[in-house]
């Protein structure tokens, strides 16, 4: 039995008001076209039918993974609802908990590929066959769902399956001592711990984490069981997934980076509610090589398809660049649990790149096509993916509809849904305020109620207004988060300049603070030429735009084609100016740019350089955020710019 502490909780959907801004027009997107096209697409591809348990001989078989979409959607729809009360979102999901419901065993055993498929072989492959990790996306729905709208159904069958796995799984005799190959329930299990009070579930996990990677190895033991030999694993290491060593002796990130950006969220999870020390200072490790060695500018994660994982620090190739969407999302959870571990501004601005990047390019500005792979080039007729995950049109690389694994769009879809939980953290007696977006949020500090209403037109600038209510005079410290990208800021309460210190990266202001306060805080936002360490090779000479927390690219439909063969010269004057008509108005950065017209070009393939007189040509240039691409016409994207 493990103790466990009180940990900071996310704040409830429903007391965060999102009604305009950026992060508004997003939900909006994702309320009226992704969520809806996601359930469409779960319908004709039979996903939520398969949960009839009707699979005859004969049949496609459902896919080992079709549970975790379901569970993913509901937990969408769950964080919509809590905002936007909808009726019929509300009755597709009653209808998919009533299968569910149906399709748990008496023995509280609950996956459609096991029970229609394969019963004699349940738990019998943890290391490949996604069983656990199944359940855990279903109890965050059902987590998810119970908190939108108070009905228990699926949160007491996934209570039951818990119970049923805790029987199942652990170190007494007659259990079997293994974990899953694809993390994801160690988080899942500490949510449905925080949403139950039932501590055994915190305790799962827990057991899970320590036995991951322990001698001798459990996915050693059941491959042999089942009569294979271990060695002839696909991916020939357990680096793949997490378990090459016990947790607690790992520093590094590798392997399939989805599944470690679940694992490390369980770690955190862990550490905090039983005040971990050991495993939050691995936590620390691991964020250091990731975020330092192995993360794009976009908040990408994960540069090779090959093991859709990490391959060795500094290695970020752009048109390469697997970078799925989930990891970017699993990066999101994992970012947010370190800052509840150490109120640190470092751990937000990941957050902050990750979701304004490599999260939402993983959706079209319309709202029903996705990319599964996020690179940061993209040149005709190059596509470094497998078919399953890409889809080129004409010979470029497109979003798709839908992918037959298709993890990525509701894993999108719940993060949009949910933005608005990381707005706002409340320790103590401080309301750190992560993240700038209009808003009007009621917080409970220091045993009141405090509303803050947020007005910005932030991150296209970088003033943001806040008005605090208070139904009494209360005392309590506001912590604005300073980003990592902003060198110059100031700050007025009531229209007086004021001065604070910075504290992990907060500004905090500390009064008591009375009704109809008001804050005003300017965030310097120059156009910035970001550099990468001399180590990324593919970088070399080249330089990415961002302004405030936007990361720009070039794209062919504004800057014609040959993309390489622009250069910015370092003097060169950039203009961000905002354009009302492009994706419902954002900010684009214009200037003048160097470009090589490949027609004057000699002749063979091969020159002597000094018989080149290079004829660069000024040209105007445009680039727009990144997280927009692939919107318009197609063409070649680069978000790495050549120097001159
Ligand atoms: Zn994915």
Redesign the pocket.
């Known amino acids: 039995m493990v103790k466990s502490v009180q940990v900071p909780k996310l704040l409830p959907i429903k007391d965060i008001q999102i009604q305009e801004g950026f992060w508004a027009q997003r939900q909006n997107t994702n309320r009226n076209r992704t969520i809806p096209s996601i359930y469409h697409q779960m319908d004709i591809t039979v996903r939520l039918d398969a949960w009839r348990l009707d699979w005859k001989p004969g049949q496609p078989k459902p896919h080992i993974f079709w549970d975790s979409d379901a569970g993913k959607w509901i937990q969408a729809v769950a964080y919509s609802l809590a905002a936007h009360p909808n009726p019929e979102f509300e009755a597709q999901v009653d209808a998919v908990v009533d299968l569910i419901e149906k399709a748990q065993q008496p023995d509280g055993y609950l996956n459609i590929y096991y029970t229609a498929v394969e019963p004699e072989n349940r738990w019998r492959n943890l290391r490949d066959r996604h069983e656990l990790y199944d359940a855990g996306h279903l109890m965050e729905g059902a987590v998810a769902y119970y908190q939108a709208t108070g009905k228990r159904e699926l949160l007491d069958v996934l209570s039951r399956y818990a119970d049923h796995i805790d029987r199942r799984f652990g170190p007494n005799e007659g259990q079997k001592r293994g974990y899953c190959g694809h993390p994801e329930v160690e988080l899942a299990l500490v949510k449905l711990y925080e949403a139950t009070g039932e501590k055994r579930y915190l305790n799962l996990s827990k057991y899970f984490v320590d036995e991951r990677g322990q001698q001798p190895h459990y996915f050693d033991l059941e491959a042999r069981e089942r009569g294979e030999d271990p060695r002839e694993f696909w991916a020939k290491t357990y680096r793949y997934c997490q378990a090459h060593v016990p947790v607690r002796e790992q520093t590094t990130a590798v392997g399939h980076s989805?599944r470690a950006c679940y694992l490390y969220s369980g770690m955190a999870d862990i550490a905090a509610h039983t005040d971990d020390t050991e495993l939050a200072d691995v936590c620390r490790s691991i964020w250091e090589d990731l975020t330092q060695h192995q993360m794009y500018i976009t908040g990408g994660l994960g540069p090779a398809h090959s093991n859709e994982g990490f391959t060795f620090p500094y290695d970020l190739p752009n048109e390469e660049a697997y970078a799925?969407?989930?990891?970017s999302v699993a990066l999101v959870g994992w970012a947010q649990r370190m800052f509840h571990l150490d109120s640190d501004r470092r751990y937000i601005d990941v957050v902050e790149r990750a979701l304004y990047n490599g999260v939402l390019s993983g959706v079209s500005f319309e709202g029903s096509h996705f990319f599964?792979a996020n690179p940061l080039a993209a040149y005709p007729n190059v596509n470094p993916y497998p078919t399953s995950t890409s889809v080129l049109t004409d010979g470029h690389y497109r979003r798709s509809e839908w992918f037959e694994?298709a993890?990525?769009p509701p894993?999108l879809a719940r993060m949009v849904a949910s933005v608005g939980q990381y707005f706002y953290s409340v320790k103590s007696d401080t309301v750190y305020v992560n993240l700038y977006n209009q808003n009007r949020t009621n917080l409970q500090v220091q045993g009141s109620t405090v509303q803050i209403d947020e007005q910005t037109n932030y991150p296209w600038d970088g003033d943001v207004h806040f008005t605090i209510n208070t139904e009494n005079p209360t005392q309590f410290k506001l912590a604005l988060r300073i980003p990592g990208w902003c060198r110059d800021f100031n700050l007025a309460v009531n229209g007086k300049p004021t001065s604070t210190d910075l504290i992990h990266g907060y500004s905090v202001i500390s009064r008591e603070w009375a009704n109809s306060d008001e804050v005003t805080l300017h965030l310097a936002m120059p156009i910035e030429r970001i550099a990468s360490h001399p180590d990324v090779r593919q970088n070399a000479g080249c330089i990415a735009l961002q302004h405030g927390p936007i990361v720009y690219c070039v794209e062919e439909v504004d800057n014609g084609p040959q993309l390489a063969n622009i250069a910015l010269p370092r003097d060169a004057q950039l203009t961000a100016k905002f354009d009302n008509d492009l994706f419902g108005g954002i900010s684009v950065i214009t200037g003048e740019a160097m470009r090589l017209d490949p027609r004057t070009w000699p002749g063979d393939l091969y020159q002597p350089q000094s018989a080149l007189t290079y004829p660069h040509s000024p040209i105007s240039f445009k680039a727009i955020p990144y997280c927009f691409w692939a919107n318009r016409q197609p063409g070649e994207m680069r978000v790495w710019i050549h120097e001159s």
């Open positions: 989805v799925e969407t989930c990891a599964y694994c993890c990525c894993n």
